[in-house]
């Protein structure tokens, strides 16, 4: 495993599905902790668990400013600092 990005806290909008979902794996595989939104909760969950540990999901629509508000919110509370976007 590669551990570049260990100790780094990422988010990943549009992480569910596609090139966001392959963005955060690889973010994950190379030892960051990646936060992923999406809007379908369904999706979230299984990208969730095919990343594993190193995910935390977060339902949100990124075109609602309330949604991204609490977003930042969550991973400010959480970790303190978010390093990659």
Avoid: W
């Avoid at 955060?24 to 939104?37: F, M, N, P, R, W």
């Amino acid at each position: 495993m590669n551990t570049t990005l260990a100790g780094k806290i990422a988010l990943v909008t549009g992480g569910s599905t596609g090139i966001g979902l392959a963005t955060a794996q690889e973010l994950a595989a190379q030892g960051a902790k990646v936060y992923i939104t999406g809007r379908r909760q369904a999706e979230l969950d299984a990208a969730r668990a095919d990343i594993g540990a190193a995910a935390v999901a977060i339902r949100a629509d990124v075109s609602r400013m309330a949604d991204l508000d609490a977003v930042y919110a969550q991973i400010a509370k959480e970790e303190g600092r978010l390093d990659i976007l």
